[in-house]
């Protein structure tokens, strides 16, 4: 069996009045995400890692956020495209696990909601995805709550 590691991080500002939405749930929130797309960084790590860990480059290099096909759109959407690019060569999903880094709003009565999504966008069992969440202790732009990143490590095999 061809086991491959992959990595993934994203970044994205946050303001008020914008959308937040994580692993395809969206969160009522007085700050989302300012972004080309919905601004989803859990997605958005993920797909990532999935295109590193299959050697397909990155999201920005399959989704740029130049094109206006890609504006507003949903991330559901992009990482059902990704995993179709790592299916088409014959990739399966082994798990993934993620972790999301917000100050505010608390992520811990969101996460089986997020698995769930995940899980069926990719159409693996929830036991195959792993999500975590922190803050930075109210350190850097994180704790400021000027930010919100995540990060994805997924192993994929033949």
Same mark, same amino acid.
């Given at each position: 069996?061809? $086991?491959?590691?992959?990595?993934? !991080?994203? %970044? #994205?500002? @946050?303001?008020?009045?914008? &959308?937040?939405?994580?692993?395809?749930?969206?969160?009522?929130?007085?700050?989302?995400?300012?972004?080309?797309?919905?601004?989803?960084?859990? =997605?958005?790590?993920?797909?990532?890692?999935?295109?590193?860990?299959?050697?397909?480059?990155?999201?920005? $290099? #399959? $989704?740029?956020?130049?094109?206006?096909? !890609?504006?507003?759109?949903? +991330?559901? %959407? @992009?990482?059902? *495209?990704?995993?179709?690019?790592? *299916?088409?060569?014959?990739?399966?999903?082994?798990? =993934?696990? +993620?972790?999301?880094? @917000?100050?505010?709003?608390?992520?811990?009565? #969101?996460?089986?909601?997020?698995?769930? &999504?995940? &899980?069926? %966008?990719?159409?693996?069992?929830?036991?195959?995805?792993?999500?975590?969440?922190?803050?930075?202790? *109210?350190?850097? $732009?994180?704790?400021?709550?000027?930010?919100?990143?995540?990060?994805? %490590?997924? @192993?994929? !095999?033949?």
């Amino acid at each position: 069996m061809n $086991f491959r590691i992959g990595e993934g !991080f994203d %970044v #994205h500002e @946050l303001k008020e009045d914008e &959308s937040l939405i994580i692993g395809g749930v969206e969160l009522n929130h007085y700050k989302g995400t300012v972004a080309h797309s919905d601004g989803d960084v859990l =997605i958005h790590a993920i797909c990532d890692a999935l295109l590193g860990a299959a050697n397909m480059r990155d999201i920005g $290099f #399959h $989704f740029p956020d130049t094109s206006q096909d !890609f504006k507003n759109v949903d +991330s559901r %959407v @992009l990482l059902k *495209k990704t995993y179709q690019l790592l *299916k088409d060569e014959d990739y399966k999903i082994s798990n =993934i696990d +993620s972790t999301i880094c @917000l100050q505010k709003p608390k992520l811990k009565d #969101h996460i089986e909601l997020m698995k769930e &999504s995940l &899980s069926a %966008v990719l159409g693996v069992e929830t036991n195959q995805v792993s999500i975590k969440a922190t803050t930075t202790e *109210k350190l850097g $732009f994180v704790g400021r709550e000027e930010g919100i990143s995540a990060r994805a %490590v997924v @192993l994929i !095999f033949k």
